[in-house]
């Protein structure tokens, strides 16, 4: 029987550990697939990550983050150059509100509210809060969050300078 090469491509792989890792297993099937062998066992390999992108050059990140006209919301927009070398389109977003007036910001505070393949994120801002601070970084399998996937894998931070008086909401009547 001929060994036969097999290549993974990137958009075949899981999603990226916050240890920058991918995890693996495989396993073979026959040609007319009649015959499949057990899973392999799990091999992990080191992936891009947006560190290496940006000390490269390969890649730039923006991140920004406006208030609706009537205080209700906030969009989050974010474009990274280069990323197609990522091997993922997928992005998490991170929140963390305050209704101080001098908000003090932890990366312990954060809470992931979304995946999502675009390159923009709109949340409702809560009644009370006052200032928002976002992280947008590369989809991870396990979402979480630390001052190492921020670096790593991090396409911007953002605290949000408007200051909110979101109005209550109202649903209206059913």
């Given at each position: 029987?001929?060994?036969?090469?097999?290549?993974?491509?990137?958009?075949?792989?899981?999603?990226?550990?916050?240890?920058?890792?991918?995890?693996?297993?495989?396993?073979?099937?026959?040609?007319?697939?009649?015959?499949t062998s057990q899973w392999s066992g799990l091999y992990e390999f080191e992936g891009n990550t947006v560190q290496d992108l940006l000390q490269s050059g390969q890649t730039q990140n923006t991140l920004s983050a406006t208030v609706s006209p009537d205080e209700r919301y906030i969009?989050?927009?974010?474009?990274?150059?280069?990323a197609s070398i990522l091997k993922s389109s997928l992005a998490d977003v991170f929140v963390q509100?305050?209704?101080?007036?001098?908000?003090?910001?932890?990366v312990?505070?954060?809470?992931?509210?979304?995946?999502?393949?675009?390159?923009n994120f709109s949340a409702v801002i809560p009644t009370g809060a006052s200032y928002g601070k976002f992280l947008v970084q590369i989809a991870t399998h396990d979402k979480a969050v630390s001052s190492?996937?921020?670096?790593?894998?991090?396409?911007?931070?953002?605290?949000?300078?408007?200051?909110?008086?979101?109005p209550d909401f109202d649903g209206g009547e059913i």
């Open positions: 029987m001929p060994i036969k090469k097999a290549t993974f491509l990137g958009d075949s792989l899981p999603l990226i550990g916050s240890d920058t890792k991918y995890f693996v297993r495989y396993r073979i099937v026959s040609d007319d697939s009649s015959l969009l989050l927009q974010w474009e990274t150059v280069g509100w305050s209704t101080a007036s001098s908000p003090t910001w932890s312990d505070n954060y809470e992931h509210v979304a995946t999502v393949a675009a390159n190492s996937t921020i670096s790593s894998l991090g396409f911007g931070e953002v605290v949000s300078d408007t200051i909110y008086d979101a």
